[in-house]
């Protein structure tokens, strides 16, 4: 039913050969469309064909920039690259963009297209409309380059460790080693590291917020946050919702966390247990190492999702041969990984930071979750039908490291390294929902409040902390560490406000979970059909073709809790 035999898409408005270069050779393009004499229903569609073409290519340009950018973050001619397209394509495309749009909402043939087809795609539309101001241009422009200095400033980052240096990626490894000295050693040099260039990403984080809130009044809102919420498409929910998340977590999340990181303690038979004491075993129990390189950690990815269902396997086998992965740690990477769609090429490309870890393995099936989405979500008809809700995509990947748990033997012939890569997952599964309160709680208070000091910043930021610190673990010493600790958190830098996504679909993928405990084939079977939906639903369809409820009430998330613990 499904192929991972991806095909480039064909063109058939813009010839073969054509390439992104300046905006000279791409606007003739753009006044072609918005000339076109639309007449009946059938040259409606094959405008929005030829519409959905050009975007791929375009979108497709710009990932490939950012993509080659982030992997190479010391190459000036690769960040010349990205900004000129920033600075110098993008604001000219968006004047078209948005003709464009009025133009479909304007023709009397509209409403002649198939209704459940096109219905997200007209509301997305319509609501591109209304977002739309030509003074927000350049302003945009300048965000998506600013945007990209956190990967230069922190991706630059590397500490000393036994004489030699490492990323921070690649340090962390040492807070998993048995040596508990070493482990607080390295703990402090990351976080000194970290605030080494606290002033840079404070000023780097001050220009993002005027910004963003100049934007965001520009199209007649009182805050960022409620123009972010729009632009996201969050059309299913609300700011409160996502406050009644937080509080659900602090009720039935919290009490979970203490217990797990009570047996940690135990576990290690520490009086005290420390932030550097989270990832380590005990004494003579060697950490867990799933694979040497990055190669090896993608053959077995391939071997455990071919076992989980061929075509998963099939799916990063392809993106192997066409060379869409850059997976492992290296100086002068930016950090973080992502899946990121190619609309033309169909295969995604997944980037990462591998260094051998157990933590490597949950991200590099997570990414591979993303990277299926992708696969089967490309024979959709138009570029505008790819554009699924984030809360559902975060389904994909995280509903995927928990599936793909049967089969993790591929990582771990010992079956006690097994039993405890299972557990180390569960334990992030619920671990991580504190750390998605905070930071979405923050980006509330950052954007209410656009014209702060640092020292309210600070303020605010040590409050909300403190809502959602465990009962457990002793910070003491630490404060200037943790007071600084929203500085690691990329998508504060790079997509505000994405993030309770991350908090809403782990609920979604524990729901998965639960079906594929209680029938494998047919969770599989709801779940690849959910994704080769695209955006072609609203996001509660989506969620009811996957067999779940799109539902994060403190009630549900009650449920979800009292199985995970179960389960662990």
């Not at 945009?140 to 590397?158: D, H, N, P, S």
């Not at 000194?192 to 993002?208: G, H, V, W």
């Not at 797990?260 to 190492?289: F, M, N, S, V």
């Not at 605010?460 to 600084?484: K, M």
Request: net charge negative; proline share 4%; aromatic share 12%.
């Amino acid at each position: 039913m499904y192929t991972s035999d991806i095909k480039k898409l064909e063109r058939h408005f813009l010839p073969k050969e054509f390439t992104v270069t300046d905006w000279e050779g791409l606007e003739p393009y753009f006044k072609l469309l918005v000339e076109r004499e639309i007449t009946d229903k059938a040259i409606l569609e094959q405008w929005l064909l030829d519409l959905s073409e050009i975007e791929a290519v375009v979108n497709e340009d710009a990932c490939w920039r950012q993509i080659k950018m982030t992997c190479d973050n010391e190459n000036p001619a690769l960040e010349e690259a990205f900004n000129f397209f920033c600075m110098e394509i993008q604001p000219k495309v968006q004047p078209y963009s948005d003709a464009l749009n009025r133009k479909l909402l304007a023709s009397p043939f509209l409403k002649e297209l198939d209704a459940e087809t096109y219905h997200t795609y007209i509301r997305s539309t319509q609501k591109n409309v209304e977002l739309f101001r030509e003074e927000n241009i350049p302003i945009q422009a300048e965000i998506a380059v600013l945007q990209q200095q956190f990967g230069q400033i922190t991706g630059a980052m590397m500490v000393t460790v036994n004489g030699e240096d490492y990323t921070l990626q690649q340090a962390a490894k040492f807070l998993e080693n048995e040596d508990r000295n070493l482990r607080e050693e390295v703990y402090f040099k990351i976080q000194q590291r970290r605030l080494e260039d606290k002033e840079k990403l404070d000023e780097l984080y001050d220009k993002l917020i005027v910004l963003r809130n100049n934007e965001a009044t520009n199209a007649g809102f009182d805050n960022y946050r409620d123009y972010r919420f729009k632009e996201l498409g969050r059309f299913d929910y609300t700011k409160e919702d996502c406050f009644q998340f937080h509080d659900a977590v602090k009720q039935h999340v919290m009490p979970l966390v203490n217990e797990i990181y009570k047996k940690k303690k135990e576990k290690l038979g520490l009086d005290a247990l420390r932030p550097w004491d989270l990832d380590a075993e005990p004494a003579g129990t060697t950490p867990l190492r799933p694979f040497k390189t990055g190669e090896e950690l993608l053959n077995k990815s391939v071997e455990c999702f071919t076992k989980l269902r061929p075509f998963f396997g099939e799916c990063l086998q392809r993106m192997k041969e066409m060379q869409h992965l850059d997976l492992e740690s290296r100086k002068g990477k930016s950090p973080g990984g992502y899946n990121c769609p190619l609309a033309e090429s169909g295969a995604p490309f997944i980037f990462m930071n591998a260094a051998g870890q157990m933590h490597d393995v949950t991200t590099m099936v997570h990414e591979g979750g993303h990277a299926v989405h992708s696969f089967l979500a490309h024979p959709l008809q138009l570029n505008g039908f790819k554009e699924y809700p984030m809360e559902i995509a975060e389904v994909a990947s995280m509903a995927m490291e928990l599936f793909s748990m049967d089969y993790w033997e591929t990582f771990f012939d010992n079956v006690d390294d097994l039993a405890r890569a299972k557990e180390h997952q569960l334990e992030r599964v619920i671990t991580i929902f504190p750390w998605i309160a905070i930071i979405d709680k923050f980006q509330h208070w950052v954007y209410e409040n656009p014209t702060h000091s640092h020292e309210e910043r600070t303020t605010a930021w040590v409050t909300i902390v403190a809502e959602f610190t465990d009962a457990v673990i002793e910070y003491s010493g630490l404060e200037e560490f943790r007071n600084n600790a929203w500085q690691r958190q990329l998508h504060l830098f790079e997509v505000p406000f994405y993030y309770i996504e991350y908090g809403i679909a782990q609920l979604g993928a524990i729901g998965m979970w639960m079906q594929y405990k209680q029938n494998a084939e047919k969770a599989l079977d709801k779940y690849s059909y959910a994704l080769s939906l695209g955006g072609t639903k609203t996001l509660p369809g989506l969620y009811k073709a996957a067999g779940l409820e799109f539902d994060f009430s403190p009630e549900k998330i009650k449920v979800l809790m009292d199985f995970v613990k179960g389960e662990m």
